[in-house]
């Protein structure tokens, strides 16, 4: 075994997962903005990862390299977008072909599925995932060749056994694709109960700074079914950007004490808060108090996230209020950054919303666990 590879994640990410010596003695990374590439005398590529920009580019193979380590995955794949990586997944399945997905899971991936798979001739169940019977019970043997969980799920926090699913996934000969952008690979790595690929949204806490849109995929094994993801990010022109790339590999190399530092005052504010006149309720997996709690334990290390809902005594216009009266927490969509963020779920989803009308989500960052609870207090005795 190799110095290099008794490395501890936290001594990856500071260093990029890359030393000067690969580059040109670069301590940062460097950015390669060229959309195409000079071949040599034989016209074969001087660098095979240095052709044409929509299949890839000099800076993705570093990221991608440090991600499918990070997850322990055989290969690693960056995209323009958690939903690009969401679409390039599901468009390498074949009409007909039967989908399980998470009942209560990330409203855009829900929504683009329903639609999709009704326009593009592929069956689409919507199950509890964190029952197992329920879930066994939306397969249908002989066609369900996907199932898509999202672990712990936006914006209950409810949390899905993934060796349980896998288990369900591979009787019907299925694949389980894990989101796991809520938890990183700093709190949990799906592929070691089982998932065949994991999912990020890497604008939330892999890039971890507001500045990127960027996705993730990770998968166990580089196998067919993989090129045709590969290949639907390049002729779907699902690729991300030369500067989105640098950014996001900055950002990875603060990612274990950001979320080190977010989880552990997500779990002091939601254990202050659990039982406040003001709450009905507090809902993080870090609680003894919460169903997923034990699930949570198992399967999650060092922490249980950033992420918390509130669900405020009254309706829509006393969360709304107590979000208002926030001066420290940003009202604003999105998660993962270093700055704590405050949302009325049901508002930003419309209408058809499913999520309860008093429910403020909460990104919680890195400020001064102090600075947050007394922000919260003063939100939350106001009304």
Known sequence: MSEE??????????HGGRRPED???DVAPPIHPSTNYARGEDYGLINPAAGYSRDSNPGYPPVETLLARLEGGAEAMLLASGMAAAAAVVQALRPGDHIVAQKVMYWGVRDWLIGFCADWGLGLDLADAADPAALAGAVKPGRTKLIWIETPCNPTWDVVDIATAAEVAHKAG????????????????PMDYGADMVMHSATKALNGHGDAVAGLLVT?????????VRANRALGGAVLGPFEAWL???????????????SANAL???????GHGSLEAVLYPGLESHPGHATAKGQMR???????????????????????RCRLAVRATSLGGTESLIEHRASVEGANSPVPANLLRLSIGIEDVGDLIADLEQALNGI
Do not use: Y
């Not at 590879?5 to 500071?14: F, R």
């Not at 796991?180 to 949990?188: D, G, I, L």
């Open 248 to 262: 996001l590999h900055r950002g990875l190399r603060t990612l274990h004490l950001r979320v080190e530092r977010a």
């Open 220 to 228: 166990a094994r580089a196998d067919e079914f993989w090129t045709r």
């Open 268 to 274: 002091a504010i939601a254990r202050h808060f659990e």
């Open 23 to 25: 580059d040109n003695g």
């Open 174 to 189: 299925a694949r389980l694709v894990v989101d796991s952008t809520v938890a990183t690979p700093v709190h949990c790595r």
């Open 302 to 324: 060092g922490g249980f996230g950033a992420m918390l809902s509130f669900q405020v005594k009254g309706g829509a216009a006393e969360a709304l209020e107590v979000a208002g």
């Open 5 to 14: 590879s008794k490395l501890k994640p936290a001594t990856l990410l500071a």
